[in-house]
C-alpha cells in the first residue's frame, strides 16, 4: 500500500519535472529569439556576441601550439598493439583471497540501500 502511494508520488514528480523542463527549454530558446530581434547598435549586441569566441579562439590556439619539452614514452598505433606479446607471467600473490574478501565486504558495507 505505502509503496504504491510512494510510486504514484514518484511517476507524478516525475511528470512535473519533465513539464517544468520543456517549459524551461522554450523559455531558453524564446530568449534567444528575442536577443536576435534586437537592433545592433555600435557597441551592442553584436560586440558582446563576438567578445567571448575572441577571447576563447587565441586561448585555443596556444593551447594546441604548446609542446612538451620532452618526447613522449609512448609511441606507435592501436593496430600495432597486435604484434606485441602478451605478458603471461604468474605472480604469486599472498593472502589474495582474504584481501579480494574484505574488499568485496567495504564495497558492500559503502553501498547498502537504507531499508
Do not use: W
Not at 558582446?48 to 613522449?72: D, T
Not at 604468474?90 to 579480494?100: I, M, P, T
Request: hydrophobic content about 45%; overall charge positive.
Amino acid at each position: 500500500m505505502i509503496e504504491t502511494v510512494a510510486i504514484n508520488q514518484l511517476e507524478a514528480r516525475r511528470e512535473r519535472m519533465v513539464a517544468q523542463q520543456a517549459e524551461a527549454r522554450f523559455g531558453v530558446a524564446d530568449s534567444y529569439g528575442s536577443s536576435r530581434a534586437l537592433p545592433v547598435r555600435r557597441g551592442g549586441t553584436l560586440m558582446c556576441r563576438l567578445a567571448i569566441p575572441m577571447v576563447i579562439a587565441p586561448v585555443f590556439l596556444v593551447g594546441c601550439a604548446a609542446r612538451p619539452n620532452k618526447p613522449l614514452a609512448t609511441v606507435g598505433t592501436l593496430a600495432e598493439l597486435r604484434n606485441v606479446r602478451p605478458d603471461v607471467q604468474e605472480v604469486k600473490v599472498e593472502q589474495g583471497l582474504d584481501q579480494a574478501m574484505q574488499q568485496y565486504r567495504r564495497f558492500l558495507a559503502r553501498h547498502r540501500k537504507p531499508r
